[in-house]
């Protein structure tokens, strides 16, 4: 096997550092053209320039798998969402869903190679540092520094949750300095928390640009890192002065966004609910710059009458939708609403131009701010088809996403209609806000004996439920919407679990977060493999036959990333 370090440097991509290249001719003092030179970079100037290519690259670029909405590592593997679209399109994703794949699948490569380029590019802003001019003063070093840190940090947690142990690589090895031999044998979380620690102790309240990390995304961040490895007493001390202080980077005290689907709309961008969002763009010349993962998952064959016009790739699942069916206002906890009396009523086997009758129980009405239903307004376009926007029942079921789908007043402006399709929007894409972090308080609250606090921050978020009903054009409720609050003091801490763990799935669906929570909370093998049961039963094609064991908890290596190093290097997740 080649253990070159050429082609380690395959491994963990190069595009960005091709920026530093210059001419190796004493006689030769000016780069070429086109080509950035490393004293230029070592300015205060070529540092933020170098930093915002560490920014740009968070939203995986042109290698979508690598993004943090983790639309198929965290909801389609999570059970928020099937594949959807004909059964071999995109086939990539089918195993993943089926829980049977193995590690030369592509989409596994794109992952691991978009992320490390973000380490990549985050390790060469740090070497730049040490290299800086005289005249880069202190202060700003350290800024950028923090900024630095905090990406690199989110990137590693990016990959230790997908791989669990990856190759740590710092600034300290270059691509001279045995790169090629760094081993993936150490406890990840130790480097994720000094990094985010650096940011907390050194980014400022507020930035001048709003997209740009400050302290309160940092702490939030930490936080969630330190609930990931059971710290509880730590996550909480910095949930509790994110709660009551913290503010967003153009200095808005953090809340929760009164009406629930305003989070979700271009001209809200940067809202107090954001602790930190991916800055998108639209109509830049590139659509690298907009959402470029979410191009494939609007609904199908829309034509002018609907958004996106392409392809089915993310369909909410039954079984997810079912969970909005409320009793006294309340979740049904206790799994049965997938019972036939429960089950939310819908058109699957019925064509679009026959007569359909939308669901008449009880439901919360997320559940038409993240799904699209038949019968029930989509966004300002029209009532939803059904049939008519769905490409293959059979392979997704009748649902179609909401979250994150721009509007027809949005077009043209939070909307890019540069590229093959229409699908790629300036929304902005929230990788933390503020109800996750509410959620992850009530958590730590439990586990800490605190069910009374816990009971009051799940109640915050449901509240925000009650007041965001969808409407018709007439005024009048989409649907017969019932939500409420626990007004039971929470007694159990059991209880007080899975009122909390539905809460999230509920307010948090189709946003990646579902399958890293079940993993966590290890109850990942019982819902899993309960999503299956129930999926198949309509979708025997797509899903039958299949189950989910723990093995699948992680993803495996990349076998091309074990070729180019070696097995004693790159070492395999077991059961791979």
Partial sequence: MNKSIKNRITLLTTSFLMMFAISCDDFLEIPPTGQIGEAQLQTLDGLNAALLAVYSQVNGRNQRMASPSNWVWGSIRGGDANKGTDPGDFQSINPIQRYENDATIDILRENWAGTYEGIARANSVMRLLQDRNEDVPEAAATHIEAQTRFLRAHFYFQLTRNFNRVPYVDETVDYQLGLEEVVNDQDMWPFIEADFQFAVNNLPDTQSEVGRVNS???????????????????????????????????????????????????????????????????????????????????????????????????????????????????????????????????????????????????????????????????????????????????????????????????????????????????????????????????????????????????????????????????????????????????????????????????????????????????TDVDELNRYLSYESQFLGAALGGTSYTTPYRVLPIPQDQIDLVGSDILIQNPGF
């Avoid at 967003?248 to 809340?255: A, Q, V």
């Avoid at 991916?278 to 710059?289: F, K, L, P």
């Avoid at 008449?360 to 038949?374: E, K, Y």
């Fill in 216 to 522: 309160w995304a940092a702490k939030s961040y930490l936080a969630k890192v330190y609930l990931y490895q059971k710290k509880f007493q730590e996550a909480k001390t910095l949930f509790d002065d994110v709660i009551a202080n913290g503010v967003t980077s153009n200095g808005l005290k953090y809340d929760l966004v009164p009406y629930y689907e305003d989070m979700f709309r271009g001209a809200n961008n940067n809202h107090e609910e954001s602790i930190w969002a991916y800055q998108s763009a639209a109509n830049t010349g590139s659509v690298n710059n907009a959402n470029p993962e979410f191009d494939l998952n609007f609904p199908y064959n829309t034509g002018p009458e609907g958004p996106g016009n392409c392809c089915g790739f993310f369909q909410p699942a039954f079984s997810f939708v079912n969970s909005f069916r409320t009793q006294n206002g309340l979740p049904l906890l206790d799994g049965s609403f997938n019972d036939a009396s429960n089950a939310v009523k819908n058109d699957f086997g019925i064509d679009a131009d026959q007569p359909f009758t939308t669901d008449g129980g009880p439901l919360d009405p997320r559940v038409d701010h993240t799904t699209g239903r038949r019968g029930i307004p989509y966004l300002d376009w029209q009532d939803h088809p059904g049939n008519a926007w769905i490409r293959n029942r059979a392979n997704g079921g009748p649902y179609s996403p909401k979250k994150y789908v721009y509007t027809r007043e949005e077009q043209g402006v939070y909307q890019d209609n540069s590229s093959w399709t229409p699908g790629y929007t300036a929304i902005n894409i929230m990788i933390i806000r503020f109800a996750d972090v509410l959620l992850m308080a009530a958590e730590t609250e439990i586990e800490l004996g605190n069910l009374e606090q816990a009971r009051q921050y799940t109640n915050r978020v449901r509240q925000r439920a009650i007041n965001s009903p969808l409407l018709r054009a007439d005024g009048t409720p989409a649907a017969n919407y019932q939500v409420g609050l626990y007004e039971t003091p929470w007694a159990d801490p059991d209880q007080a679990r899975a009122a909390v763990r539905f809460e999230r799935k509920l307010e948090l669906g189709m946003e990646g977060h579902r399958f890293y929570d079940l993993v966590r909370w290890e």
